[in-house]
């Protein structure tokens, strides 16, 4: 069992950034990929980043790339995500995401993950 606890939410003007933390329990943290997703209100789910247990490999929405920067320590068993030149359309309920698995995919699908925090909000003032 791995549990999730994102950290670092709160309300940002336009152009502003936040940094999100997930952290994660258990002693096999550098096993796992871990993924983030955002749900804003009245929409879907939606991908926003993944990396590979390594933090070797990454994958970006098309919406963030450029802006998003997902990183981990393992020796911390938590993820990061960097947000950057935030925009009004990023506000959004943010979730980390966790699987195990050693090899990479895209892992953009909520189906492929195992384990999901309790979501951190973020807001982003025009």
């Known amino acids: 069992q791995v549990q999730l606890v994102e950290s670092g939410g709160g309300l940002v003007q336009a152009g502003g950034s936040l940094r999100l933390s997930c952290a994660a329990s258990?002693?096999?943290?550098?096993?796992?990929?871990m993924g983030w997703f955002r749900q804003a209100p009245g929409k879907e789910l939606e991908f926003v980043a993944a990396i590979s247990w390594s933090g070797g490999v990454t994958y970006y929405a098309d919406s963030v790339k450029d802006r998003f920067t997902n990183s981990r320590d393992n020796a911390k068993n938590t993820v990061y995500l960097q947000m950057n030149s935030l925009k009004p359309e990023d506000t959004a309920v943010y979730y980390c995401a966790a699987v195990r698995r050693t090899t990479m995919g895209r892992f953009s699908e909520d189906k492929e993950y195992d384990y999901w925090g309790q979501g951190t909000q973020v807001a982003v003032s025009s």
């Open positions: 258990g002693r096999t943290f550098s096993s796992y990929v």
